[in-house]
């Protein structure tokens, strides 16, 4: 994959332009403030950009608003948004665009390198990765909004877990329910939220995504 | 000069404040009768709101006296605090009641009856006086002064001069009997001493609360761009690590991962140095001693050798000792940056109530606050807590710099 960094952290920018390196991964350009990033993407036309949020010369969310400006004039390009903190309002702004190869990971994630790399990968392909935290805010966040109001609590603890990323077993083993009936809430989510079954996979971030944009 | 002195504008503002004087005095007298009349009511309770009303009317009187004072008599006088009451009706009607500011115009609207009287009887006198005496040859031709003109031309002519000299000296005089005037509506018309010393003490929480927003924003980002990113980086070099190690039977895998490790280890200890200045910086250790003690090490581990002196019979409170601690810091690094001086010199004492902390350097001087060098921010934090800062850098040096502050708050 050929790739763009931007992070203002000497340090952490050499770090990961070793790690991707390492793993085959060619870094076209590792940078360190928002204008350069999208001088960057405008001449080398990565797969993916990696970009930290908070960046000179502001140092507030350059970095957030450069990703949604790639999103909007380079929509080939998958951008994984980097940060030491997540803040709902960032996600919700980054996919408001969409949520076609789209990521959202606190930095700490890097350090899970195997995650991180499948991670990249996953947007690169076109698909969304949002960090389990986000999801965790979301749903602490959001009790007021509409859609929600329509799930019972059960259901809810069950998208909570969903949009995790865990597995239809596992929220059955920690929700100490029946494989079937966790099954049966997911299916009522979706149709709640109305997704249809074509979605596939897919469905289980899209719910979380409704969230996000409600 | 002397004849110019009449068309002067001053003279001229002045004349026609005297000629404004007794409307003005006449209003605040009327108003002190309804005061009077409100003061006898509040025995049945309708004088308490009429009162209320009085106080505040006295407010407006007082503005509009200190305009046209300022205007016409030429009076600097600031303007007092606004009016602030709670909501509801019953605390607009204790707030009016107390109202500092209404009271002083009161007692303004009193005090000013025989000022005004003075000021009127000299504009009276010099220019009426002196127009009238000025008139004498032209007596003659109104038969109400007819029998008053003096029987020869010398003496009118004398009476003339005496007329025309009066109106020469009344610029002077007037403005010479418009002093208690003047004086009554600085002291009386503007902020009372309660008000400057709330408005200091605004703006001095105003800079508080900047200062700790500053700092805690400064700390954020230390930690944000500095710590966390090291242990980030540290993080994610220890997972390749990790990643290497299950291939460990590959020598040349094994090697990464050592060599991996090796920086993961580098940077732990970078971080705990980072780490170590970073608490230095938020509440420096060595203060828990006390601030000599702490000023000791502060002035040992300084680049340019630096003498230190303490007389420090009690301790100050701790939050003084904290800012004193931040000056030296803050002024021992300007001594380093900006002067260029060989040697510095840091002498601290508490002596009838009052911590000095005085740094000297040889250095080139030319410090001056507002030249980048943190004297502002230095200044405004002093301030906060009632303090001062004296600084003494002449172009050429050498550079003092003293900072008085109340041992305890």
Known sequence: MRIVIAEDAVMLREGLCMLLTSRDHEVVAAVGDGDALLAAVAEHGPDIAVVDVRMPPSHTDEGLRAAIQIRRDHPSVGVLVFSQYIETRYAAQLLAGGAHGVGYLLKERVADVKDFLAALDRIAAGQTVLDPEVVTQIMGASRRTETLGTLTPREREVLAMMAEGRSNNAIAVALFLSYGSVEKHVTQIFTKLGLSPSDNDHRRVLAVLRYLQA | ?409
Request: charge should be positive; include cysteine; charged fraction near 20%.
């Open chain 2, 1 to 409: 000069m002397l004849i110019t002195t009449p068309v002067r504008e001053r003279s001229q503002r002045e004349l026609a404040y005297a000629l404004m004087l007794p409307f003005m005095a006449a209003i605040g007298l009327v108003h002190l009768v309804l005061v009077l009349l409100s003061v006898i009511l509040t025995a049945n309770l309708v004088g308490v709101p009429m009162l209320a009303l009085s106080v505040m009317a006295a407010r407006g009187l007082g503005t509009a006296n200190r305009r046209l004072s300022r205007a016409w008599a030429g009076v600097r006088v600031p303007d007092p605090g606004p009016f602030r009451a709670g909501p509801g009706l019953l605390n607009r009607l204790g707030a009016a009641l107390g109202d500092v500011t209404g009271w002083r115009a009161v007692i303004h609207s009193l005090l000013r009856l025989p000022a005004a009287v003075v000021a009127c009887a000299a504009a009276a006198g010099l220019w009426g006086g002196g127009l009238l005496l000025l008139g004498c040859p032209l007596w003659g031709q109104s038969s109400a002064m007819a029998h008053l003109s003096p029987p020869g031309w010398p003496v009118a002519a004398l009476v003339s001069a005496a007329g025309l000299a009066l109106l020469l000296l009344a610029p002077w005089g007037l403005h010479l009997a418009l002093a208690p005037e003047r004086m009554l509506a600085r002291t009386l018309l503007g902020p009372g001493p309660g008000d400057t010393r709330i408005r200091r003490l605004e703006q001095a929480r105003a800079l508080a609360a900047e200062d700790a927003v500053a700092r805690l924003r400064r700390i954020e980002r230390d930690l944000h761009d500095g710590t966390a990113a090291r242990l980030v980086t540290l993080a994610m070099s220890l997972g390749m690590a990790q990643d290497e190690l299950e291939q460990a039977d590959q020598p040349e895998r094994l090697q990464r991962a050592r060599v991996l490790v090796d920086s993961a280890h580098r940077s732990a200890k970078e971080t705990v140095a980072e780490l170590r200045d970073l608490i230095r910086g938020i509440h420096p250790p060595a203060l828990d001693q006390g601030l000599e003690v702490a000023l000791a090490t502060l002035t040992a581990r300084s680049p340019i050798p630096a003498r230190f002196e303490a007389d420090l019979p009690e301790r100050p409170a701790p939050a003084i000792e904290a800012i004193a601690y931040f000056c030296t810091t803050e002024l021992l690094a300007n001594v380093v940056k900006h002067s260029g001086a060989r040697h510095a010199a840091i002498e601290v004492r508490v002596r009838d109530g009052l911590l000095t902390l005085r740094v000297r350097d040889d250095g080139t001087g030319g410090a001056a606050i507002g030249t980048g060098s943190g004297l502002r921010g230095l200044a405004a934090r002093v301030q906060t807590l009632d303090g001062m800062i004296d600084i003494h850098s002449p172009a050429g040096g050498p550079t003092v710099i003293t900072v008085e502050l109340p041992p305890h708050i």
